[in-house]
């Protein structure tokens, strides 16, 4: 059974940074890999994506504030968050994609404050 653990989620001022890491366990190959987040009451959005290979792709209220990485050998995923806003805070979500399988992590609150 493979599970997804994060970490990095806190409490941050406006214009702050925050880390996020995501670590599958097991030894599976692992395709794309992103983070999503979700707000009560909407549905959850993409934030961040990344191809094995290293290609990205970011949802437009984040493009050049964060940034997504991986470690393919140790099935790790980060988000880099800077310039954070308060219309950041959410619990975000890691996403790994293994074949037909989809994994997900189990949330971690991001709150900004103004």
């Known amino acids: 059974q493979v599970q997804l653990v994060e970490s990095g989620g806190g409490l941050v001022q406006a214009g702050g940074s925050l880390r996020l890491s995501c670590a599958a366990s097991g030894s599976i190959f692992i395709g794309f890999m992103g983070w999503y987040r979700q707000t009560p009451g909407e549905q959850r959005e993409l934030v961040a994506v990344i191809s094995r290979g290293g290609i990205t792709n970011y949802a437009d209220s984040v493009w050049g504030r964060f940034t997504i990485s991986r470690v393919n050998g140790k099935n790790t995923v980060y988000l880099q968050m800077n310039s954070l806003k308060p219309e950041d805070t959410a619990v975000y979500y890691c996403?790994?994609?293994?074949?037909?399988?989809?994994?997900w992590g189990q949330g971690t609150q991001v709150t900004v404050s103004s």
């Open positions: 996403q790994m994609k293994s074949g037909s399988y989809d994994y």
